[in-house]
């Protein structure tokens, strides 16, 4: 079976501009999660989304947005790029509303 | 709110040498904790979990940790560490009821085994 698949891989933007990262949860997995992870820190929590619903929302600016797809996929969104956006971006799935989660490869954001 | 300390951002131990690397979390109520490894340009790989029962967890590639609740800790352990074994380590915490559903990371510990 597949795990958590995330695209794309490598992005680089400048200041300013608007991104959109996807991910595919494990099949049969109706929750996910969005973490961002900048270069030396733990993970930081951005999004869960449950059933299409948003079930939690991190300590981020309104730049952030996303959503999940009736076969729960989920996109993140972040517009007006900050060079602090520059990180890693993971996204995780689960049965139900977080006892574990598997993660993807996530996507590394570059922002000039 | 909760959180999670990870004391030591190094830890270094000769291969064949049994390896801990330490968490203590604080959280509302009962906790639920994890363990994660991350390789290099890599993501997250789950190690092992405590939800409830036994005190002592084992998980994937011989690693197992130990539920303290008086002390508030769940620290990573290894009999025997392996090269392959030198990674990062996040421990992570989330609460087993309420409205936080997230998982909060520590700041992860960089494992090093020399051959």
């Known amino acids: 079976d597949a795990g958590v698949t995330q695209s794309p891989t490598h992005l680089i933007k400048t200041r300013g501009q608007q991104v959109t990262l996807r991910c595919s949860p494990i099949s049969g997995h109706k929750s996910v999660s969005w973490y961002q992870q900048v270069l030396g820190q733990g993970p930081q929590f951005i999004f869960q989304y449950y059933e299409k619903e948003e079930r939690g929302r991190g300590n981020f600016p309104d730049r952030f947005s996303a959503r999940q797809f009736p076969n729960y996929s989920s996109e993140l969104n972040v517009n007006a790029l900050l060079l602090g956006d520059s990180a890693l971006y993971l996204c995780a799935s689960s049965l139900e509303l977080v006892v574990g989660a598997d993660f993807g490869p996530g996507t590394r954001l570059t922002v000039t | 709110a909760q959180s999670v300390a990870q004391p030591e951002d190094q830890v270094n131990v000769a291969e064949g040498n049994p390896l801990t690397v330490k968490c203590t979390y604080s959280?509302?109520?009962?906790?639920?904790l994890f363990w994660y490894v991350q390789y290099p340009n890599r993501g997250l790989q789950f190690l092992l979990k405590?939800?409830?029962?036994?005190?002592l967890v084992k998980g994937s590639y011989g690693f197992e940790a130990e539920f303290n609740k008086s002390q508030t800790s769940f620290h990573l352990k290894k009999p025997s560490a392996l090269v392959s074994d030198s990674a990062l380590y996040f421990c992570a915490v989330r609460a087993s009821s309420g409205s936080a559903r997230q998982l909060t990371f520590g700041s992860g510990t960089q494992l090093t085994v020399l051959p």
């Open positions: 405590y939800i409830t029962g036994d005190n």
């Open positions: 959280v509302s109520g009962n906790p639920y």
